[in-house]
């Protein structure tokens, strides 16, 4: 009788792997936990592991009563497969909602007996992540909405306003000349081109959403033009990569592989495929870690030196260390500064637009008033 509610069990309760009517498999999309929920999985799992709870009951413990659905049905889906005999990465694994470093965490500790400490390492990783992405967004989103704004003001200025202005000083039989003969003209040409400016855009920001390609491209241009930004850019990857690659080489994954894992956590960055190299480089050809790091990848003559040193002095864990512990301070700076200098120029953008919407909307009301009141006489 077990056993037949073992096998009914997984089938009603597994988000993934639902079978058609012929029972075959069929692949269903599945989607990643949010960061949030994350790690507060990861953070009681932690902390029951080192209160000596076995894996099984912690991840039915924490499952029960979870107002997350979805996420109390996996973790009784991983629960019944590691009760099964399945190791606990792969049973994370066969799930589809956990990605490669996760996994490969989880896996390391696991064979090295401390799974405990690779949730709470992997809770602290997600924490930092979401802060630095939280940090991007406040410095980039209000900014963008305020620009937006602005330019708005501006187009129905010039669309709406200003030709009534206009309207009015033929009605007078006035013509225009000077600034209001420029004002007018500035007008005719945001008539004309205003549409396809903000088609163009929309169509623009599609394709930076859609391809990544296009934003790799946009970013190494813009990185190449602004040296904060590619110092804040390049201290955000190296932060992530190398704190990644240290919680895995410390927890007993060989460097080639802990390379290759970790390089998953940059996966939508060029410095990805330069990891993955520089790791079956190091594996295959006998390169030292350093070199293969100088030759295959573009990280920073820092990240070289001090992987030196960790070879030289059998320390490569606490060099990594060191490094994502270094790269994170930095990035903290990068960020402090980019936000200042962002804040500056949309500023600067702010009094430019406010004093064209002005310019354009309210000097030819002022200069027009003489030739109205000269016409009328």
């Known amino acids: 009788m077990n056993n037949g509610t073992a096998a009914t069990t997984p089938a009603a309760l597994s988000p993934v792997r639902p079978r058609d009517a012929t029972g075959s498999k069929t692949k269903v999309k599945t989607q990643r936990f949010k960061k949030?929920?994350?790690?507060?999985?990861?953070?009681?799992?932690?902390?029951?592991?080192?209160?000596?709870?076995?894996?099984?009951?912690?991840?039915?413990?924490?499952?029960?009563?979870?107002?997350?659905?979805?996420?109390?049905?996996?973790?009784?889906?991983?629960?019944?497969?590691?009760?099964?005999?399945?190791?606990?990465?792969?049973?994370?694994?066969?799930?589809?909602?956990?990605?490669?470093?996760?996994?490969?965490?989880?896996?390391?500790?696991?064979?090295?007996?401390q799974l405990n400490r690779a949730f709470r390492e992997l809770a602290d990783r997600l924490k930092a992540d979401v802060y630095f992405r939280k940090q991007v967004r406040k410095a980039v989103l209000l900014p963008g909405i305020v620009i937006s704004v602005l330019v708005g003001a501006f187009i129905v200025s010039q669309v709406k306003i200003v030709p009534q202005v206009e309207g009015m000083l033929e009605q007078v039989r006035q013509k225009p000349d000077g600034l209001t003969a420029l004002a007018f003209k500035v007008s005719h040409a945001t008539r004309a081109l205003w549409p396809f400016a903000v088609l163009g855009v929309m169509v623009m920001g599609a394709l930076v959403w859609r391809s990544e390609g296009i934003r790799n491209a946009i970013t190494s241009i813009a990185m190449s033009k602004w040296r904060l930004l590619s110092q804040l850019i390049m201290s955000l990857r190296q932060m992530t990569f190398l704190s990644t690659m240290e919680l895995l080489y410390s927890n007993g994954i060989n460097l080639s592989k802990s390379m290759r894992v970790a390089a998953n956590s940059i996966k939508t960055t060029p410095l990805y495929p330069e990891i993955r190299n520089a790791a079956d480089q190091y594996e295959h050809s006998g390169?030292?870690?350093?070199?293969?790091?100088?030759?295959?990848?573009?990280?920073?003559?820092?990240?070289?030196?001090?992987?030196?040193?960790?070879?030289?002095?059998?320390?490569?864990?606490?060099?990594?260390?060191?490094?994502?512990?270094?790269?994170?301070?930095?990035?903290?700076?990068?960020?402090?500064?980019?936000?200042?200098?962002?804040?500056?120029?949309?500023?600067?953008?702010?009094?430019?637009?406010?004093?064209?919407?002005?310019?354009?909307?309210?000097?030819?009301?002022?200069?027009?008033?003489?030739?109205?009141?000269q016409s009328g006489i």
């Open 287 to 373: 390169v030292p870690l350093s070199l293969a790091f100088s030759k295959f990848t573009s990280v920073d003559e820092q990240v070289v030196h001090m992987m030196s040193i960790g070879e030289r002095s059998a320390s490569i864990d606490n060099q990594l260390k060191m490094l994502a512990d270094m790269y994170e301070e930095e990035a903290e700076n990068y960020m402090n500064d980019f936000t200042q200098v962002l804040n500056f120029i949309v500023l600067l953008m702010a009094v430019s637009l406010i004093a064209a919407v002005f310019i354009g909307t309210f000097l030819p009301i002022f200069l027009m008033g003489p030739k109205m009141m």
């Open 36 to 113: 949030k929920d994350l790690i507060h999985l990861f953070r009681g799992l932690a902390s029951m592991l080192k209160a000596q709870i076995n894996t099984s009951d912690a991840l039915k413990y924490y499952g029960q009563g979870l107002p997350n659905k979805v996420m109390a049905s996996t973790l009784e889906q991983i629960r019944l497969d590691t009760e099964s005999g399945m190791s606990i990465h792969e049973a994370f694994r066969r799930t589809n909602r956990f990605d490669d470093m996760t996994i490969g965490l989880i896996q390391a500790g696991g064979d090295s007996g």
